[in-house]
């Protein structure tokens, strides 16, 4: 089987620069712990206050990164580009418990890259354009949600005073 969808690419451009919107997003966001799972078949209601404080308040958290940029030293020419995996195990379960098949974008990724133009973009695929394809009002109504969620993390890090 195969179905076309329609995606929504988000292009914002960032008025700060690359270090200090890394080191931002890095406070904003809390790491995601890689044994966070320990205990979850046990004492699955622990895990998810455990979730929840991580979340804090953006109810999102960084579960990794890749640094693109660096492996383009490969090439020999570096650059400043990095891609986060955010989302929160909450929001994706609840989510998935609907429909597994949005796992598929759970975490959800962002990459953030100065341009050959000398200016700081971060990128993103809108959330509710990659889990609306599952025709689940409740699952696309969460991913609106998550719509708001990044772009209000992506302001909060170009915005934050250092």
């Known amino acids: ?5 329609n995606i929504s690419h988000q292009c914002i451009t960032l008025k700060g620069t690359y270090e200090n919107f890394i080191q931002n997003i890095e406070t904003v966001l809390n790491r ?11 004492d699955p209601e622990a895990v ?23 492996l383009l ?9 990095i891609q986060y995996l955010i989302g929160n195990p909450l929001t994706a379960s609840e989510m998935t418990q609907y429909d ?3 796992a598929l974008y759970a975490p959800l990724r962002i990459i953030v890259y100065e341009g050959d133009d000398h200016i700081l973009y971060a990128e993103y695929d809108l959330p509710s354009t990659l889990f609306g394809q599952f025709g689940n ?4 109504a969460i991913s609106k949600g998550l719509d708001q969620s ?6 909060l890090a170009d915005n934050k005073i250092k």
Do not use: C, Y
Request: charged share 25%; hydrophobic share 40%.
């Open 137 to 140: 009002e409740k699952i696309l």
């Open 73 to 81: 030293n490969i090439k020999g020419k570096p650059k400043k580009a």
């Open 1 to 5: 089987m195969n179905t076309q969808i």
């Open 100 to 102: 597994i098949r949005a």
């Open 48 to 70: 998810k206050q455990q979730l929840a404080k991580v979340a804090g308040n953006t109810g999102l958290m960084i579960f990794g990164q890749q640094e693109h940029g660096k």
């Open 150 to 155: 990044i772009l209000e993390v992506i302001f």
């Open 32 to 42: 995601l712990n890689p044994d966070w799972s320990t205990g979850l078949l046990d």
